[in-house]
């Protein structure tokens, strides 16, 4: 069974400093990979996918994610954080290619962004 | 778009009673996603639909829980009857398939008292 681990619940940074959340997950093959952002009392928007190609990948808000194969992680980083960046952040997985499109979750990490 | 839409924002009941949230997929979906999101548990999957059929109802937490979606543009959840432990914020998400990711609907905050 797929699952996703982002062993960091919370992080604190400094804005103007950078920052990088970890996303391992488990599969059997290359998955889909997400990256969401859930701002206070909203619902979760899409940052950035991964599917094949270029293992890194660009996405909105000027955040960006690397698929590592060998290590089966999909971290995102943003080289200077601004204070709007303060939310919480879902990595996800999905099976390449399989009806249904569902998608794992994994257990989210809380970004506060400090003056 | 006016992306997912889910109503209510808000609902406040009384243990015992019954709720009904509504959700609007955008218009070409084809695949309907209902969550649930707590602070102990975070983000469950309770059912998902591909083509209005439902697909993995194995999140659903029992039989007080059930969903339907009539149509390609409507879904609903009922909670019946309704618990304290029932109370999180509830997310309808949907897709256009495996390239696209979802989108989520804003959420409706319920709480049993």
């Known amino acids: 069974a797929q699952s996703v681990t982002q062993p960091d619940i919370h992080i604190t940074v400094s804005e103007g400093a950078s920052l990088e959340l970890r996303c391992n997950y488990s599969?059997?093959?290359?998955?889909?990979l997400f990256w969401y952002v859930q701002s206070p009392g909203q619902g979760l928007q899409l940052l950035l996918k991964?599917?094949?190609?270029?293992?890194l990948v660009q996405g909105i808000k000027g955040f960006e994610a690397e698929f590592k194969r060998s290590q089966s992680s999909f971290n995102l980083r943003k080289p200077s954080v601004h204070w709007s960046d303060a939310a919480e952040y879902f990595c996800a997985v999905g099976p390449l290619g399989a009806a249904g499109n569902k998608l794992t979750f994994g257990g989210g990490t809380r970004v506060l962004v400090k003056p | 778009d006016a992306g997912v839409i889910q109503s209510p924002r808000h609902e406040v009941t009384e243990m015992g009673q019954e709720v009904t949230l509504r959700c609007k997929p955008i218009?070409?979906?084809?695949?309907l996603f209902w969550y649930r999101q707590t602070m102990m548990r975070g983000l469950e999957l309770l059912i998902y639909?591909?083509?209005?059929?439902?697909?993995?109802d194995s999140g659903m937490p029992e039989d007080r829980f059930s969903a339907k979606m009539p149509n390609a543009s409507f879904s609903t959840l009922k909670i019946q009857p309704s618990e304290p432990r029932d109370s999180a914020v509830y997310f309808c998400a949907s897709t256009l398939g495996p390239n696209y990711g979802y989108t989520f609907g804003s959420g409706t905050r319920l709480t049993v008292v």
């Open positions: 639909f591909n083509n209005n059929v439902p697909i993995d």
């Open positions: 218009s070409g979906h084809n695949s």
């Open positions: 991964y599917f094949s190609g270029d293992t």
């Open positions: 599969y059997g093959a290359t998955p889909y």
